[in-house]
Structures are given as structure tokens and as C-alpha cells.
């Protein structure tokens, strides 16, 4: 008899259980809310890397275009070049900024091949009279290009292994541009 009372009884409790809805919003945030979290964190992570992203294509761009307005430049012109990057960057890391500018002579046979060459490392990235590729569409006989390579390595700021799935905590992002020379035939560089 006492057995029958239990069972009415946690029955009772039990439908009364299933019917009550108080912490249900409680319960439903527990569970949505670590998932909203790696999706904010996901979203400034992916905010920050584009942000980086432009910088980096900006401060290519800027080196090339401001390098192929010269009529001749020396070493310490390119290594300004390197403040003119970094000051693009602010407010954003370029510690371990690498650049890399060229100058390419087009033949009349469109055969394109480094003049000279300047690395922000201090040796030059490609042998002069080396020949090089360049786009198709910059590819016109009888002119004169520079290259623009920099790349930076941007660090991921909310890294996260566990939820992303990877081990990936460092990106290298880079950008290369093409200008053609403004004044005269050439841009020389003295002591390259």
C-alpha cells in the first residue's frame, strides 16, 4: 500500500514536472551561449585578419607606386620605403615586415628580367639580368616595371585549437603589385 502512494505520488510530482516551464530561458541560453560565443570571437578574429588583409595590399601598392615616381633611387631611398609601410600598419603590428623591390626591364622580345633588386633583409632577392614573370597584362615590349612584394605575419588574437580544429595560430599574408615608371626610360638604382 505504501509502495502504490510512492508511485502516485513521484507520478504526481513527475507530471507536474513536465508541465512546468519556469527556467526553460535559463536552460535554452546554457546551452545556445557557447556557441554565440565562438561566433562573436570568430567575427573579431575574421574583422581583424581583413583589416590586416587591406593594410597589407595598401602599403604593397603604396611602396611600388611611390618607388616607380623616381628617376633613380639608392639604398637608403628603399629603405624609407620600410617607414612608409610601417606607418600604413598603425595601428597594427608589422614587426616582421618583409619587402622586396624590383625592377624589371620588358625587351622587345617581351622577355622580362630583373635591373636590380632590394630586400629589406639587406641582399637582394633576385640576380640582376635574372629573368622574371610577370602578368600577361603588364607584359608590353620596351617598358619598364617595379615589383612590390611585402608580407607580414599576422598572429590570430583569440586562438582557439580546441574549437577551431586546427593549429594554425600565425598567418603570412602577402601581396605582390606591378607599377610602371613615371619619369624616363628606367628607374636606376645607384648602389643596389
Same mark, same amino acid.
Given at each position: 500500500?505504501? $509502495?502504490? *502512494?510512492?508511485? @502516485? ?8 514536472? @513536465?508541465?512546468?516551464?519556469? /527556467? ?17 570571437? /570568430? ?7 581583413? +583589416? ?21 633611387? *639608392?639604398? %637608403? +631611398?628603399?629603405?624609407?620605403? %620600410? ?9 597594427? &603590428? ?12 620588358? #625587351? ?13 633583409? /639587406? ?9 622574371? #614573370?610577370?602578368?600577361?597584362?603588364? $607584359?608590353? &615590349?620596351? *617598358?619598364?616595371?617595379?615589383?612590390? !612584394?611585402? %608580407?607580414?605575419? =599576422?598572429?590570430? $588574437? ?7 580544429? %586546427?593549429?594554425?595560430? =600565425?598567418?603570412? $599574408?602577402?601581396? !605582390?603589385?606591378?607599377?610602371?615608371? @613615371?619619369? /624616363? #626610360? ?7
Amino acid at each position: 500500500m505504501r $509502495l502504490l *502512494t510512492v508511485a @502516485r505520488i513521484l507520478r504526481h510530482h513527475l507530471r507536474a514536472l @513536465r508541465h512546468d516551464r519556469a /527556467g526553460v530561458g535559463g536552460v535554452e541560453f546554457a546551452l545556445i551561449a557557447p556557441m554565440l560565443l565562438v561566433l562573436y570571437l /570568430g567575427a573579431f578574429e575574421l574583422t581583424m585578419g581583413l +583589416s590586416v588583409a587591406k593594410k597589407v595590399s595598401l602599403a604593397s601598392s603604396t611602396v611600388a607606386d611611390l618607388v616607380a615616381r623616381q628617376d633613380k633611387v *639608392t639604398k %637608403s +631611398s628603399l629603405t624609407a620605403m %620600410s617607414n612608409v609601410a610601417q606607418a600604413i600598419f598603425v595601428p597594427y &603590428a608589422s614587426d616582421d615586415l618583409l619587402i622586396k623591390i624590383s625592377a624589371i626591364q620588358i #625587351d622587345a622580345n617581351q622577355s622580362a628580367k630583373v635591373v636590380w633588386s632590394w630586400s629589406t633583409t /639587406g641582399t637582394a632577392p633576385y640576380a640582376a639580368n635574372a629573368v622574371t #614573370d610577370v602578368p600577361s597584362g603588364m $607584359l608590353v &615590349a620596351n *617598358t619598364f616595371l617595379i615589383r612590390s !612584394e611585402l %608580407s607580414v605575419t =599576422h598572429e590570430l $588574437l583569440m586562438y582557439m585549437p580546441n574549437f577551431s580544429g %586546427s593549429e594554425i595560430k =600565425h598567418l603570412t $599574408l602577402a601581396r !605582390e603589385f606591378f607599377f610602371r615608371q @613615371r619619369l /624616363g #626610360d628606367d628607374i636606376s638604382c645607384t648602389d643596389c
